[in-house]
């Protein structure tokens, strides 16, 4: 079990003793801001002024995702397909990502029908 600190469990060794099984809070948020960082060329240019918010709203994905799933974010395939679902209008972000989580799939044939249409992206 991991809790946010970075103590596992509370017996002999989570407070002051071996440092096994540790995992410092500034590492596991480390991730995200690395992968916030590299998405934030691609909302200033799908989203401008609203860019802020779809980084939030992709932040909140990884969390949900993180969730459901177990992996620390969704994989580069889904993320592409969220934004070319988007399309970069903020609603459809929200729409997207919620598909995201709850069926990629779904998400993917969205995305997939979007490419057969030509769409950007």
């Known amino acids: 079990m991991m809790v ?4 596992a469990g509370s017996g002999a060794g989570a407070r002051g ?4 099984g540790r995992v410092p809070l500034s590492t596991m948020g480390l991730g995200m801001a690395v ?3 590299a998405a934030r060329r691609r909302a200033e240019a799908d989203f401008g002024s609203a860019s802020g918010a779809a980084l939030d709203l992709v932040e909140l994905l990884e969390l949900a995702w993180h969730d459901c799933h177990g992996d ?3 994989p ?7 934004w070319l679902v988007a399309g970069g209008d903020l609603a459809r972000l929200v729409t997207a990502a919620r598909l995201a989580v709850t069926d990629a799939h779904d998400l993917a044939t969205a995305a997939d029908r979007l490419r057969e249409a030509g769409a950007p992206g």
């Open 4 to 7: 946010r600190d970075g103590a």
């Open 17 to 20: 003793g071996s440092n096994a």
């Open 35 to 37: 992968r916030r960082e």
């Open 72 to 74: 620390l974010a969704p």
């Open 76 to 82: 580069g395939e889904v993320m592409d397909d969220l």
